[in-house]
């Protein structure tokens, strides 16, 4: 009998170090950032803006960054200006296609994709820097580049 009370004692600390754990677990599940519900509400209706058309802060900002790839938002009065640049390409005749634009819970979402050039269309040599500005009703959301 003395024995198994030995047996048991040592194995104590193990048992108690488990449910320490697991309480741990569990308490830390209920605690975190919240989470970001990807579900579509509805599609966002946008225009696309012109370069002549870009707010010149907004401008400034686009050839700071135009030599790498970049994401970026601007706000203006009501409306949400949304960048994408694909940074510095070898030539010309790149276009960017959108894939997604959408209004979540929490955040509107921003899908798009180069689309790079056939070779037919390959007429310009130099450098371009494809990048696409959107331009839609400021939701007052976060801004979800995918």
């Not at 894939?99 to 790079?116: E, H, M, P, Q, R």
């Amino acid at each position: 009998m003395k024995r198994n009370l030995r047996h048991a004692l040592r194995r104590l600390p193990v048992c108690a170090a488990a449910i320490l754990l697991l309480l741990t677990v569990e308490l830390a599940a209920g605690c975190g950032i919240e989470k970001m519900d990807e579900g579509k509400i509805s599609d966002l209706n946008y225009e696309m803006v012109e370069e002549e058309n870009i707010p010149e802060e907004l401008m400034g900002k686009i050839n700071e960054k135009k030599a790498a790839d970049f994401k970026l938002t601007y706000e203006n009065d009501n409306f949400l200006y949304i960048v994408r640049g694909y940074g510095e390409q070898e030539t010309g005749g790149y276009s960017i296609q959108i894939l997604d634009f959408y209004l979540t819970k929490n955040a509107v979402v921003f899908n798009s994709n180069l689309i790079g050039p056939s070779k037919d269309d390959v007429k310009n040599m130099a450098p371009s820097y494809p990048y696409l500005v959107v331009r839609t009703e400021n939701p007052d959301k976060n801004v979800i580049f995918q």
